[in-house]
């Protein structure tokens, strides 16, 4: 099953490339010189067409394969995802708890008591408008 699905990712990137190239290399409908000044055009929405050539034949045929490349693909991730089962975390695996000297203790030892504050040594207050001594 992997090496299908290798064969048609290959068979699909080549196919990808071909339609860069194809694109590329076809000559636009409006690129003659008659064309800038109105007289390159019919009278239909995107000029006259004509018969397809051989580079636009190719580019469909290629384009062709890359779609059934694109679907073939999604078809064998699709079943490779329902062979395997269960979700993404299904799939990772549970530490083994160790035990002994090693082991880290699952209680918080309790706290040492705390001794109350000391108490602050008391503030002699003096009389509003005296200087402290």
Sequence with gaps: MNMMFNLVVVVQVISALSIIALVLLQHGKGADMGAAFGSGASGSLF??????????????VAAAIFFGATLALSLMANQRATTVGG?????????????????????????????APAAAAPVASTPAGAIPK
């Design 87 to 115: 979700g993404v975390m299904d799939k990772v695996v549970k530490p083994v708890p160790v035990t002994g000297a090693g082991a880290i203790p699952t209680t918080v030892p309790a706290a040492p008591a705390a001794s």
């Design 47 to 60: 000029g006259a067409t004509g018969s397809s050539n051989f580079m636009s034949k190719s580019t469909g």
